[in-house]
């Protein structure tokens, strides 16, 4: 079974300093990767993704993440965070279930800003 | 366009008794997906639709819960004689087809079972 490792439970940072949060992965073969972010009481908003090409993608809201098959990370990155970016982020593999794929979720890092 | 939206929102209900938690997919998704979130657990998956039928229920964590889709559009989760365990967050989420590995997510529904 595929698995998710976020190893940051918590990360604080200053408004406009830059930000990377840590996924490591377990997988096989060649990985579907996501991260997400999820405002109190709201669902889960797709980032980025990675499925195959070029290893660093650029997601929404500035952020970008680099895919390392050596080191079976995915790690997100923005250069300068915002208050609005306080957030719960969730690092995800896709595994194949009949046709589909399931998410399989990092246990996620609760990003503070200090102002 | 509309997204993914969930109902209820929150859901307080006693031990022992029954809950029906329904989700509308995007309009034109065929795939539906039910995850739980919880505190002990994080993210977890339930179960998994393409259409009405639902291939791998893998995830669902006891036969108290049980879930249909109707019309090829909403569903339903259903768990029966809740438990304290259950208490979570409940998401749905939908792609547009079974192949298409973006996943939407509605806003959950937050279960308290007191």
């Known amino acids: 079974a595929q698995s998710v490792t976020q190893p940051d439970i918590h990360i604080t940072v200053s408004e406009g300093a830059s930000l990377e949060l840590r996924c490591n992965y377990s997988?096989?073969?060649?990985?579907?990767l996501f991260w997400y972010v999820q405002s109190p009481g709201q669902g889960l908003q797709l980032l980025l993704k990675?499925?195959?090409?070029?290893?660093l993608v650029q997601g929404i809201k500035g952020f970008e993440a680099e895919f390392k098959r050596s080191q079976s990370s995915f790690n997100l990155r923005k250069p300068s965070v915002h208050w609005s970016d306080a957030a719960e982020y969730f690092c995800?593999?896709?595994?194949?279930?009949?046709?589909?794929?399931?998410?399989?979720f990092g246990q996620g890092t609760r990003l503070t800003i200090n102002p | 366009g509309a997204g993914v939206s969930q109902s209820p929102s929150n859901k307080v209900t006693e031990k022992g008794k029954d809950v029906e938690l329904r989700c509308d997919p995007i309009?034109?998704?065929?795939?539906l997906y039910w995850y739980r979130q919880s505190l002990g657990q994080g993210l977890e998956f339930l179960i998994y639709?393409?259409?009405?039928?639902?291939?791998?229920k893998s995830g669902l964590p006891s036969d108290r819960f049980s879930a249909e889709r109707t019309g090829g559009s909403v569903s339903t989760l259903t768990i029966q004689r809740t438990q304290q365990e259950d208490s979570a967050v409940y998401l749905c989420a939908s792609s547009r087809f079974k192949g298409s590995y973006e996943q939407y997510f509605g806003p959950g529904t937050r279960l308290t079972v007191t």
């Open positions: 309009s034109g998704h065929t795939a």
């Open positions: 997988y096989g073969a060649t990985p579907y």
């Open positions: 639709f393409q259409g009405n039928s639902a291939p791998d």
């Open positions: 995800a593999v896709g595994e194949a279930i009949q046709g589909a794929q399931k998410l399989v």
């Open positions: 990675y499925f195959s090409g070029d290893t």
